[in-house]
């Protein structure tokens, strides 16, 4: 009797076969209006489509065995290949459908190909684990293990599919969205970093102003996001009426301006914590081996405090560009654009793929910012030991 080992891949294989043959793989549809008809894995797997089971067995072999870091680089690269092989096969079929039916069929990933492919990635991610505890290497790991699909995705292998075609379709709104989304977020992050950075530095400093600062900014994040936006709809557009010059540079009720000004009052909740937590870890013995070296309060703060602060400050930083580039989304509400223009354009009109058109991109946004800002604080995590 085989004793189980890995007791996460077999639950995650176990899941990934339930997704795979009980689930429809693909959906095909005479337009986007009308219900597509689903079609299942094993229909597919015929030709080269047969080597989707490889990978599979692979799996299930390695969910039979102790974890060790050997078989955790073949679990690495077994759910890798089963991601590249499920993009391929789905866009094979969406080609292959596209012949027999009209310009106007739509072909789209089912419940079953979406679960493949996210049981795929947390197959690859749990394995990175087992590898490596460096967060810097996972990343990297992590990263690679998407390169394949990511380069069928570029050589137009996947063309066929409804979510490819609604992207060529509206390739500039797309790409509008895409730099409008960039746009909110770096014009939030820049004020409140200005703000947030001296808010937390006095709350660190003097703990009279610590309760007020941080009730003001609790209260705040209690507040819906969609209130805030619309609450500050009549100020700026009376600030805008009475200030003829902050209308000319684009302030008004609607628009960018109430969604950034909603934004950063969002962020400084979690900012201000993070600076206030980063130099409170700064141990109390550096601080007074600096001041007996002679440096002032100035050169302490610059040269010690900060330095020793900035992994749990830009951990902070992380969390608000994450939250940032979501709620963003709902800032299409008041005209804000970006991705949730598309989002809303797509609930309107009942179609699912437009809205992922949206949807994706914003996850994918949030999981390189996060990424992002993780690889910079293993960096720093690194150079100072």
Same mark, same amino acid.
């Given at each position: 009797?085989?004793?189980v080992?890995n007791?996460?891949?077999?639950t995650?294989?176990?899941?990934?076969?339930?997704?795979?043959f009980?689930l429809?793989?693909?959906?095909?549809?005479?337009n986007?209006?009308?219900s597509?008809?689903?079609?299942?894995?094993?229909?597919?797997?015929?030709?080269?489509a047969?080597?989707l089971?490889?990978p599979?067995?692979?799996l299930?072999i390695l969910?039979?065995?102790r974890?060790?870091?050997?078989?955790?680089?073949?679990?690495a690269?077994?759910?890798?290949?089963?991601?590249?092989?499920?993009?391929w096969?789905?866009g094979?079929?969406?080609?292959?459908?596209?012949?027999?039916?009209?310009?106007?069929a739509?072909?789209?990933?089912?419940?079953?190909?979406?679960?493949?492919?996210? @049981? #795929? =990635? /947390?197959i690859?991610?749990?394995?990175?684990?087992?590898?490596?505890a460096?967060? &810097?290497w996972?990343? *990297?790991?992590?990263?690679l293990?998407?390169?394949?699909?990511?380069?069928?995705?570029?050589?137009h292998?996947?063309?066929? @599919? #409804? =979510? /490819?075609k609604?992207?060529?379709?509206?390739?500039?709104?797309?790409?509008a969205? &895409?730099w409008?989304? *960039?746009?909110?977020?770096?014009?939030?992050?820049a004020?409140?970093?200005?703000i947030?950075?001296?808010l937390?530095?006095?709350?660190?400093?003097?703990?009279r102003w610590?309760?007020?600062?941080?009730?003001?900014?609790?209260?705040?994040?209690?507040?819906?996001?969609?209130?805030?936006f619309?609450l500050l709809?009549?100020?700026?557009?009376?600030?805008?009426?009475?200030?003829?010059?902050?209308?000319?540079?684009?302030?008004s009720?609607?628009?960018?301006?109430p969604?950034i000004?909603?934004?950063?009052?969002y962020?400084?909740l979690?900012?201000?914590?993070?600076?206030v937590?980063?130099?409170?870890s700064v141990?109390a013995?550096v601080?007074?081996?600096?001041?007996?070296?002679?440096?002032t309060?100035?050169?302490?703060?610059?040269?010690?405090?900060?330095?020793?602060a900035?992994?749990l400050?830009?951990?902070?930083?992380?969390?608000?560009a994450?939250?940032?580039v979501?709620?963003?989304v709902?800032?299409?509400l008041?005209?804000a654009?970006?991705?949730?223009?598309i989002?809303?354009?797509?609930?309107?009109s009942?179609?699912?793929?437009?809205?992922?058109l949206?949807?994706?991109p914003?996850i994918?946004?949030?999981?390189?910012?996060?990424s992002?800002?993780?690889?910079i604080?293993?960096i720093l995590?690194v150079?100072?030991?």
């Amino acid at each position: 009797m085989i004793a189980v080992n890995n007791r996460v891949l077999l639950t995650l294989f176990i899941l990934l076969l339930l997704a795979a043959f009980g689930l429809p793989f693909l959906s095909y549809a005479p337009n986007r209006l009308l219900s597509g008809k689903s079609i299942s894995l094993i229909s597919l797997l015929h030709g080269p489509a047969l080597w989707l089971l490889l990978p599979m067995l692979a799996l299930a072999i390695l969910s039979l065995l102790r974890p060790l870091r050997r078989r955790a680089c073949l679990t690495a690269l077994a759910a890798c290949g089963l991601l590249t092989l499920t993009f391929w096969l789905s866009g094979h079929a969406a080609g292959q459908l596209a012949q027999q039916g009209s310009r106007l069929a739509r072909t789209s990933w089912g419940s079953g190909c979406w679960l493949m492919m996210a @049981l #795929s =990635l /947390l197959i690859a991610a749990d394995a990175m684990t087992r590898i490596t505890a460096s967060h &810097l290497w996972r990343i *990297l790991g992590n990263t690679l293990a998407v390169l394949p699909t990511a380069a069928l995705l570029f050589s137009h292998q996947l063309d066929q @599919l #409804s =979510l /490819l075609k609604e992207y060529h379709n509206r390739q500039d709104v797309f790409d509008a969205a &895409l730099w409008q989304h *960039l746009t909110i977020l770096l014009a939030t992050l820049a004020p409140a970093l200005a703000i947030g950075v001296p808010l937390g530095v006095l709350c660190f400093r003097s703990e009279r102003w610590q309760t007020p600062i941080f009730s003001t900014l609790n209260i705040i994040q209690t507040v819906p996001s969609i209130a805030l936006f619309g609450l500050l709809i009549a100020p700026l557009a009376g600030l805008a009426t009475a200030v003829p010059w902050l209308a000319e540079h684009g302030v008004s009720g609607i628009g960018m301006a109430p969604a950034i000004v909603a934004l950063v009052l969002y962020a400084l909740l979690p900012l201000v914590r993070s600076v206030v937590a980063g130099l409170q870890s700064v141990p109390a013995s550096v601080i007074e081996s600096a001041t007996g070296m002679g440096l002032t309060r100035g050169q302490i703060f610059l040269r010690v405090q900060l330095p020793l602060a900035l992994p749990l400050f830009l951990t902070g930083v992380r969390i608000l560009a994450v939250q940032t580039v979501g709620m963003a989304v709902v800032a299409a509400l008041i005209g804000a654009g970006g991705f949730g223009a598309i989002v809303f354009q797509g609930l309107l009109s009942s179609a699912l793929d437009l809205v992922l058109l949206g949807v994706i991109p914003v996850i994918l946004m949030a999981v390189i910012v996060d990424s992002l800002f993780k690889f910079i604080v293993s960096i720093l995590e690194v150079s100072r030991r």
